[in-house]
């Protein structure tokens, strides 16, 4: 990994840029990348009531901002490419009702994109924190949130995507189906009728389902290590790499061009490298990007200063 005058970093595999991302997009050092791009996969900053410092708009500002995005992603698909984008959820100005905010904003980006809906996902931290915290630990008029939406959408209604790539293990029962090979088939209440033989085929996995579970308690991983000793800040909005590996791995195969032009402490580049898929990512915050690159870093590296080109 080395870094340029132009870039933030480069691996092998990828390259992480240090800017605005509708600017880079926009820029000359993209233009070989357009068209080429299988899976843009990224979590936008929140429409939060409370200024964060990775940057946050608010109301009507965010929906448009957001929506503006679309035809400029969309550029860089390939004809069976995806956007997975994550959305978590709003709340109303010292109250304490939900806003349709980001929902507004996910269809006004279909719109503006002129992309089909293809999946909704549910990302559920049962480990995350009780919030909004005045509505939940003070007045006590609401249960903790704990989860946020992910959409896949694409410009094409059958995008690139294989679900034999994310096969979860089976159930102690299912694996004991498999071994008695004794099924009782037959119509359901639910009218369906289902034959013997399809529950007794070993697919050497179980279909997923669209909830996905992934705590992120981490609290002293490489990269926050990392950025202890080197004085960075820690990203406070970490994606959790469960989500990038599904997603990655359901909708591209090695090879493949993922970019996230909203990275933050680069997890999505992380991961696909690690899957062998090229990656392109963008963040705005150098001191972000800076702590990024430990990610990229091999443990028996003596001086990691030194690997990175960065001298703090």
Not at 256 to 269: C, E, K, M, Q, R
């Amino acid at each position: 990994m080395h870094r340029d005058s132009s870039q933030g970093y480069k691996t092998l595999l990828g390259r992480m840029f240090t800017g605005d991302a509708t600017s880079i997009l926009k820029s000359s050092v993209m233009e070989e990348h357009k068209g080429k791009v299988q899976l843009i996969f990224t979590s936008p900053p929140f429409p939060l009531n409370r200024k964060k410092k990775y940057g946050n708009r608010q109301g009507d500002d965010y929906m448009e901002w957001l929506a503006s995005c679309a035809t400029l992603f969309c550029s860089y698909l390939t004809d069976t490419g995806s956007i997975v984008i994550e959305l978590g959820n709003a709340w109303e100005p010292k109250r304490p009702v939900m806003s349709t905010l980001a929902l507004r904003s996910l269809l006004a980006f279909l719109d503006e994109g002129d992309l089909y809906l293809c999946q909704q996902f549910v990302c559920h931290n049962p480990a995350r924190l009780p919030s909004p915290a005045q509505w939940v630990n003070v007045e006590r008029i609401r249960v903790k949130d704990a989860f946020t939406h992910v959409w896949w959408m694409s410009p094409n209604d059958r995008p690139k995507a294989n679900n034999r790539r994310v096969l979860t293990e089976y159930s102690t029962s299912m694996k004991q189906l498999l071994r008695s090979r004794k099924y009782s088939a037959g119509k359901r209440p639910s009218e369906h009728n289902i034959g013997r033989a399809s529950f007794l085929k070993d697919n050497n996995g179980a279909i997923p389902a669209n909830v996905l579970v992934l705590p992120n308690t981490r609290a002293n991983d490489s990269y926050q290590e990392y950025c202890r000793q080197h004085g960075l800040p820690i990203h406070p909005s970490r994606m959790p790499p469960g989500a990038a590996e599904f997603f990655i791995k359901l909708l591209t195969e090695p090879g493949d061009l993922v970019l996230d032009p909203f990275a933050g402490s680069n997890t999505t580049g992380a991961v696909a490298e690690q899957l062998g898929r090229r990656w392109v990512s963008i963040e705005i915050d150098e001191s972000y990007v800076m702590g990024s690159q430990s990610r990229f870093i091999s443990s028996d590296h003596s001086d990691h200063r030194a690997e990175t080109g960065y001298n703090r």
